[in-house]
């Protein structure tokens, strides 16, 4: 479907340097992975959250949180693995560029967790590729959007917009990559989940948000830095993609 | 992508391509001068591209086939392959079943007809010959009419052609349309009238009634067309940018087309009883689905007043936008927005998608691309759709307590994730009104509901603040969500189970193997202090270690399930389980649900416990007040069916490989044999076999790919095997699941319903109101808090006036045809022991009908 407008070979225009591999194999792990992505979050989502979300797509397989090397707490990214390919799919064509907690995300197909990616690294670096921008500029225009009117339906004023009708909006944001229909490979997909997990224990460092953080949550949500500082998307490994 | 394809494929949109000049006919111009010279060097690439537009852009399939027309009169032969290939595309689709393509591309035929590319007859043949697939389908005696479904699909392609040229059908080819329109006509005649029941968003309050005179989707097309037909075929929908062109195009020379066919019956002709014939016409349903229901939620007032078939051919657009544009959100939205029609239908639209959001039994696609949809529309044009939405989720919500009950939950979840896309803001105040509702209302459930989720993808103070300006909605707000630790409080608690726990939580801290804790468990706990306070001890302290998120609660199941399962081997104990899961989570209706899945899925708890569970006595209280256990029902459910689907997809791709691998055997086999039987010459002799090398090379190939061959086998024997026992269980999960809907249903029934229904159709002052006092004592607390005055005293028209028993019994009959619904596919293969087990013949008429509808059975048979 929808082929016409995207370019099939191209899963992602980023390469991971960590891969061990070659660009090909690169490109084949994205296409058979049942992991996604997600960048551009709030510190203060938690996983539960996450769950909610991410579960609408598909049965979720497991969550890692991408943590702050030194804090060794989120800062923006994590890892979500599902037990199917059609649902990590879905999950990079609905939810990437959608808001959570406030945060425009973004959903990528990732090549697989292994132990240590979820650090981050702890420090701002420059942006590249102005993607943060690009998610605040959305996030601001949605701001001024929110328009539902009061009273019934027969209360409405005219609600017609301009008479140019068929106008782009221009700011619909991130689409995600993603591929489509290429036939039968092979679908890693266990939900019996009797066995061991795939990836080793990682220490669990964090301390529990529920508690705490939510009801210390002030009333003008601070998490939302203005645009310019939310670099925390940099952070994470995949960024030294070339 | 060179500039002709990106003419091609922007061929009528205000773009940069074409110097942002919208009109039409200037577009054509411009893209049929730099197509035709394209055609020249590589025309092998041009017409699948131009096909490709008009398969998947195909609102704008008159613009391509005026351009096709005028290609025609320069270059016969590239347009004679153009129109093969089409056609062979038909003939591929009808095979595969392939609907949208079907449908789309005899749309592409009509227009080609209309710029002269195809003669009017051939068009009418391929009518025909579908029109004669679909009459001897519904036939008794030469067809299977279970297979209606399949006839009507292609009774709409032909009809749903027509609004692009009937005109020039009937202009060119009157009495061969004529036939083919008396034809429909008597297939109409002759087919059974499709039924809504089960499959409809809203209950029927009067459905006995409605059913005989409404018309089914097919009838109300053909009332459409002929309304088209009426008005002389005119109608404001479709483009006819060939008209501009008529001078030139009346000059080509018209293709025909070879005939095509329709596959053959899908089984031997007649009519079957009962069973096999209800599935049969469920297969069919599965393949060749219902593309839309109506909605009908705005007034009429309010929605667009479009032609009959304006409106239809508004929603096609509408509808293949949505199907051929997924994954392209830019695209999508910019062409939902900018259809080539000459009016406004921003409501049209939201019904459109809504129907499709809520659309029974599945959408096409799964609910959350909708949501998508709807936030880009609301971006896409922020002056005018956002408010229809909320027009759209009003009418909706005062219709609620008729929805569906799976419609219901789409829709609670949509909401709450539209409004978390929208900073949460939503003019509660004018539901506020919902406090003043007994608690069963489904008003009140719903904004209940919506909170619940909202509070999931956000925090509670969050929500509480977004419901500002309607303070006393905070009611309705699920609790904080913190964990109930049994043993965190000095006072109350056994101080002996305190310390146990205490002692646990050490164990823990000091990372001892599950091994060792199951031997404290067995020497030092239960022995002591039996059953109850010893899963109490652990159960809770390890949910309390795994509490602080979703991966502590994994990691300590990983480690410790063993535990755990070591004391819950059998559906009692699972049952006792799940009750301190839930009585450890009982603030947080999201951790209870994680937490009893992940049990699932460590298989420390059976599906069977948590039918059990779900249906003991505290729950089923709930069931028409609280989503939550239906939450963990839907859960484990759908967690059986996808081991049992992901089984059956395993064992799909295992034998595939046996293909596979026996063949390769075969080959490797036979290789070796003449070479085997080869004569060659060493040391001057002839010897049988050839070099020895080789020989014993190929020997090994053989052998290694025997050697696959039954290792494949035997992982699909393996898997075979497994898929058996998946079978039994799902088998045995859905028996206890209708057992345990009939024992709950049974009294509440007999007690609230009479003639046969639930719905008063007067006053039901006389029912008992007397259980559960609990709630009728919250009630009258609640007359306490100050009320908000309602903004619109229409409002009142809502009057709900069901007993609490009568709501109890229509929420619970509606998860119970959603359920049966969901899971209709699995169940029909497993009907025989459920009428030998289940619908028996003392059932309550209203579970048989709940069940029957659910499954799309006739109650008649």
């Not at chain 1, 497991?62 to 879905?90: H, Q, W």
């Not at chain 2, 399930?561 to 009585?583: N, P, R």
């Not at chain 2, 003639?755 to 007359?783: N, Q, Y």
């Not at chain 2, 005055?789 to 007993?803: K, T």
Request: glycine share 6%; with cysteine.
């Amino acid at each position: 479907m929808a082929s016409l407008f995207k370019d099939l070979a191209k899963i992602s225009a980023y390469r991971d340097r960590r891969f061990p591999g070659t660009q090909e194999e690169f490109e084949e792990a994205l296409l058979k992975s049942t992991t996604v992505y997600v960048g551009n979050m709030s510190f203060y989502t938690t996983e539960e959250q996450v769950y909610e979300l991410f579960s609408r797509a598909g049965e979720i397989k497991k969550i890692v949180m991408g943590l702050d090397k030194n804090t060794k707490t989120p800062c923006g990214f994590s890892f979500i693995m599902y037990y199917s390919r059609d649902d990590a799919e879905d999950t990079v064509k609905y939810i990437s560029g959608t808001i959570l907690d406030d945060r425009p995300i973004r959903v990528d197909f990732d090549w697989g967790f292994q132990e240590g990616r979820q650090w981050g690294r702890g420090r701002s670096v420059i942006r590249r590729g102005g993607y943060g921008k690009l998610v605040q500029k959305e996030l601001e225009a949605q701001r001024q959007l929110v328009d539902y009117g009061t009273g019934s339906l027969g209360s409405y004023p005219p609600v017609m917009p301009p008479p140019q009708y068929g106008r782009h909006s221009g700011n619909h944001g991130h689409g995600g990559s993603y591929r489509h229909g290429r036939g039968d490979y092979h679908r890693k997909r266990h939900r019996e989940d009797d066995h061991r997990s795939d990836y080793p224990k990682r220490s669990y460092v964090r301390e529990s948000r529920r508690a705490s953080d939510h009801e210390s949550r002030p009333e003008k949500n601070p998490r939302f830095r203005e645009s310019g500082d939310s670099d925390e998307e940099d952070d994470d490994d995949r960024k030294r993609r070339t | 992508m060179s500039s002709w394809r990106n003419l091609l494929l922007r061929l009528g949109e205000k773009c940069p391509e074409y110097a942002g000049n919208a009109d039409f006919k200037d577009q054509i111009e411009a893209c049929f001068s730099v197509v035709r010279r394209e055609i020249e060097h590589s025309g092998d690439d041009v017409y699948p591209f131009l096909i490709q537009c008009a398969e998947q852009l195909p609102h704008k399939i008159p613009l391509y086939g005026t351009l096709i027309g005028l290609l025609n009169l320069e270059n016969e032969e590239f347009v004679r392959k153009l129109v093969e290939n089409a056609q062979i595309n038909l003939q591929d689709a009808l095979e595969t079943g392939q609907c949208n393509k079907i449908r789309i591309l005899m749309r592409f035929l009509t227009v080609l007809m209309c710029s002269k590319v195809i003669q009017p007859s051939a068009l009418v043949v391929v009518f025909e010959s579908l029109l004669s697939s679909a009459a001897t389908t519904v036939d008794e005696e030469k067809g299977i009419p279970s297979w209606q479904a399949r006839a009507d699909f292609y009774i709409t392609c032909i009809l749903s052609c027509l609004p692009w040229g009937g005109a020039e059908l009937v202009e060119q080819v009157p009495e061969e349309i004529e036939r083919v329109m008396v034809g429909v006509e008597a297939y109409l005649s002759i087919r059974r009238r499709v039924s809504d029941a089960g499959v409809s968003v809203f209950e029927d309050i009067e459905e006995t009634n409605n059913a005989v005179n409404e018309k089914d989707f097919l009838e109300d097309l053909w009332s459409r067309v002929q309304d088209l037909s009426n008005r002389e075929w005119k109608l404001d929908s479709v483009p006819r940018p060939h008209l501009s062109f008529e001078a030139q195009l009346v000059s080509g020379k018209s293709h025909d087309l070879s005939p095509v066919s329709c596959p053959a019956q899908p089984g031997p002709p007649g009519v079957l009883s009962g069973i096999a014939f209800g599935r049969q016409k469920h297969e069919a349903e599965l393949k060749y689905p219902q593309r839309i229901r109506r909605l009908n939620i705005f007034p009429s007032n309010k929605i667009e007043d479009l032609q009959p078939i304006d409106r239809f051919v508004v929603e096609e657009y509408l509808l293949d936008v949505l199907f051929f544009l997924n994954g392209c959100r830019k695209e999508c939205a910019a062409y939902m927005v900018g259809l080539p029609v000459p009016f406004r239908y921003e409501y049209l639209m939201a019904e459109t998608i809504f129907s499709q959001l809520l659309l029974l039994p599945q959408p096409p696609f799964r609910p959350t691309y909708y949501t998508l949809v709807i936030i880009d529309l609301c971006k896409a044009l922020p002056g005018a759709f956002p408010a229809v939405i909320a027009g759209a989720v009003r009418a909706l919500f005062d219709k609620i307590a008729d929805l569906d009950m799976e419609c219901r939950t789409r829709l609670i979840l949509w909401f709450s994730h539209h409004l978390s896309n929208f900073q949460f803001i939503w003019p509660w105040q004018e539901w506020a009104y919902v406090l003043d509702l007994p608690k069963w209302a489904p008003q009140r459930v719903f904004v209940q509901e919506v909170l619940e989720r909202e509070v999931r993808l956000s925090y509670w103070d969050k929500i509480k603040q977004s419901v500002e300006n309607a303070p006393a909605l905070e009611e309705l707000l699920p609790p904080k969500g913190l964990p109930q630790f049994k043993y965190s409080a000095e006072d109350g608690t056994d101080p002996t189970e305190r310390a146990l726990s205490l002692e646990l939580k050490d164990m823990v801290k000091g990372r001892k193997t599950a091994r060792e804790m199951i031997s404290w468990v067995e020497e030092n706990v239960f022995p002591a202090h039996g059953f109850d306070i010893t899963l109490g001890v652990v159960v809770q302290t390890l949910l309390d270690i795994g509490s602080k998120s979703f991966t502590h609660l994994i990691t300590v199941l990983e480690r410790y399930g063993q535990v755990i399962a070591k004391m819950c081997t059998d559906d009692d104990q699972q049952v006792k389980l799940i009750t301190e899961v839930s009585s450890y989570w009982q603030n947080n209706a999201q951790m209870t649900a994680i937490a009893i899945d992940r049990m699932m899925s460590y298989r420390l708890i059976s599906n069977l416990a948590i039918v059990r569970w779900v249906f003991s006595s505290l729950n089923v209280d709930r069931f028409h007040i609280s989503d939550s256990p239906w939450e963990i029902l839907r859960n484990a459910v759908s967690k059986t069916y996808n081991r049992i689907s992901d089984l059956r997809k395993e064992i799909s791709s295992l034998e595939r490989s046996v293909v596979l691998a026996e063949g390769a055997a075969s080959r490797a086999r036979q290789e070796l044999e003449s070479a085997e039987s080869k004569l060659s010459i060493i040391d001057g002799e002839p010897v049988l076999g050839e070099n020895p090398v080789r020989i014993k090379r190929l020997k090994s190939y053989a052998e290694k790919a025997k050697e696959e061959e039954v290792s494949v086998r035997e992982s699909l024997e393996a898997k075979e095997a497994l898929l058996a026992r998946a079978v039994d269980e799902i088998e045995a999960l859905f028996l206890s699941l209708y057992k345990s809907f009939l024992t709950a249903l049974a009294e509440p029934l007999h007690d609230a319903s009479r003639d046969g229904t639930l719905r008063p159709s007067g006053h039901a002052d006389d029912m008992t109101i007397d259980l559960e006092d609990s709630s009728v004592m919250e009630l009258d607390k609640d007359d306490e808090t100050p009320k908000k005055s309602h903004p619109n005293g229409s409002r009142e028209r809502n009057g709900y006036n069901l007993d609490e028993k009568q709501q109890w019994c229509l929420t619970t009959l509606g998860y119970l045809k959603a359920f049966t619904r969901q899971y209709a596919s699995e169940i029909w293969q497993h009907i025989e022991k459920l009428d030998a087990e289940v619908l028996t013949e003392d059932i309550h008429p209203l579970v048989r009908k709940a069940i029957y509808c659910g499954l799309r059975r006739p109650l008649d048979e």
